[in-house]
T-cell receptor, first 114, second 110 residues
Framework: AQKITQTQPGMFVQEKEAVTLDCTYDTSDPSYGLFWYKQPSSGEMIFLIYQGSYDQQNATEGRYSLNFQKARKSANLVISASQLGDSAMYFC???????????FGSGTRLQVQP | EADIYQTPRYLVIGTGKKITLECSQTMGHDKMYWYQQDPGMELHLIHY???????EKGDLSSESTVSRIRTEHFPLTLESARPSHTSQYLCASSTSLRAFFGQGTRLTVV
């Protein structure tokens, strides 16, 4: 079975500061992918970043980076230089090779303060 | 960026009505999904399709049904809507690495 745990229901960060959103996962599959999605109040799911289990380097996409620690089964999202538009729900997700679909965590609501 | 569309975006409907939520994608993806999400909560898979004429139930039990007659089209139907069906429904399609989501349908059954 796959499980994603996000322990931070809500986070606050000052504009222009960096913030880390935590994600831990559990799977017995050796091959898997980890994803982060942003969901603004409008409801759509916006893909942010992907990390494969065999990738040697941490993934980066602009201001987003994924701090992947395989031995600890963690895949934390780091947002650098936060902007007001970053205020949203953030979901960590995983799909193991051969599995049907993404499994999502419960999400973290990030609020960026001016 | 994503070429996946859901209609309607918002729907308020009375109890007992039959409804169909539409989902279409133009990316040629074989895999498509329906997720159900209550406000501020996690997404739960309710239906999955491997391709044309192939559908499966997801992890969360749902009274809805789906069909996949064409690759690009994956509609979800509720034969008799109830207030407990009030939720957001998100459609997605995927490659092996990434899932693309539609904008979602917010359904309210009164």
């Amino acid at each position: 079975a796959q499980k994603i745990t996000q322990t931070q229901p809500g986070m606050f960060v000052q504009e222009k500061e960096a913030v880390t959103l935590d994600c831990t996962y559990d799977t017995s599959d050796p091959s898997y992918g980890l994803f982060w999605y942003k969901q603004p109040s409008s409801g759509e799911m916006i893909f942010l970043i992907y990390q494969g289990s065999y990738d040697q380097q941490n993934a980066t996409e602009g201001r987003y980076s994924l701090n992947f620690q395989k031995a600890r089964k963690s895949a934390n999202l780091v947002i650098s230089a936060s902007q007001l538009g970053d205020s949203a729900m953030y979901f960590c997700a995983m799909r193991a090779a051969g599995r049907r679909a993404l499994t999502f965590g419960s999400g973290t609501r990030l609020q960026v303060q001016p | 960026e994503a070429d996946i569309y859901q209609t309607p975006r918002y729907l308020v409907i009375g109890t007992g009505k039959k409804i169909t939520l539409e989902c279409s994608q133009t990316m040629g993806h074989d895999k498509m999904y329906w997720y159900q999400q209550d406000p501020g909560m996690e997404l739960h898979l309710i239906h999955y399709s491997y391709g044309v004429n192939s559908t499966e139930k997801g992890d969360l039990s749902s009274e809805s049904t789906v069909s996949r007659i064409r690759t690009e089209h994956f509609p979800l139907t509720l034969e008799s809507a109830r207030p407990s069906h009030t939720s957001q429904y998100l459609c997605a399609s995927s490659t092996s690495l990434r899932a693309f989501f539609g904008q979602g349908t917010r359904l309210t059954v009164v």
